[in-house]
């Protein structure tokens, strides 16, 4: 595979070798209902899913090298139905077994619950503002702006 396959660095591609283990999980296509644009390669298509998912970018922000935004999120909601990336973790955990072994016997979870800032005390006291001053949020730069809910009024100029 060349550096630049489907638009994107080398870091962003599926490798050989792993692409040969994941094909084995993918489900085979759906007989096409109609005629139209060729079936996108599922190897590109999960190229572009895992960009998605490693960079953290909205799907439609996906470069255009990689596939059809909307094309690439049909095959990420078919592949997730089919339980496609839930074999893939189990596969991933088998070979990791196989080759450096896992405690089975000892596991752990983790997690953190904490209170939303600014959230307050539940059954608190009402703030003592007036309502146009609940209705107005702090800009960073110290300015008033009124929230989507307050009253809109112009200020008059001094």
Known sequence: ??????????????????????VRVLPPPAPKQKDGRP???????????????????????LPRSLGAPSTVHDRFQAWRAAQVFER????????????KGLDWEWQAMDGAMTKAPLGGEKGGQEPHRSRQARDQTQCADGGARYSAWGRRRRRQSP
Request: with cysteine; aromatic share 12%; hydrophobic share 45%.
């Open 1 to 22: 595979m060349n550096d630049d396959s489907f638009g994107v660095g080398p870091d962003y591609q599926v490798p050989d070798a792993l692409w040969a283990q994941m």
């Open 39 to 61: 079936r996108m390669d599922d190897r590109q298509a999960m190229t572009a899913i895992l960009y998605v998912l490693r960079t953290g970018c909205q799907w439609k922000a």
């Open 88 to 99: 893939l973790w189990q596969e991933g955990l088998l070979q990791y077994d196989a080759l």
